[in-house]
């Protein structure tokens, strides 16, 4: 449910879930969401993280093996 910014009216999304940091599985996430051609800024709102975060993934700095685990989940699924 959005909420109304008291002084603008404009609404904002709730933030449920908000991240420093992404462990391996949520990195599998964001590979398969990509993957699955998912905007790179909405991936980062839907894990609850910023954008840093996710290059750090997508470009293998941290939990490196996640793309690879995200493809063989796609094809298991696609079996």
Partial sequence: ?????PLTGVE??????ERKSLNFDEA???HLMRMKG????????HLG??????????REEV???SKE???RLLAIAAE
């Fill in 28 to 30: 599998v996430t964001a």
């Fill in 38 to 45: 998912v905007k790179y800024n909405i991936v980062a709102q």
């Fill in 1 to 5: 449910m959005a909420i109304i910014h």
């Fill in 12 to 17: 904002l999304n709730d933030v449920e879930v």
């Fill in 49 to 58: 993280t910023n954008t840093h975060r996710l290059g750090e993934i997508f």
């Fill in 63 to 65: 939990h490196i093996g």
């Fill in 69 to 71: 685990a995200a493809s």
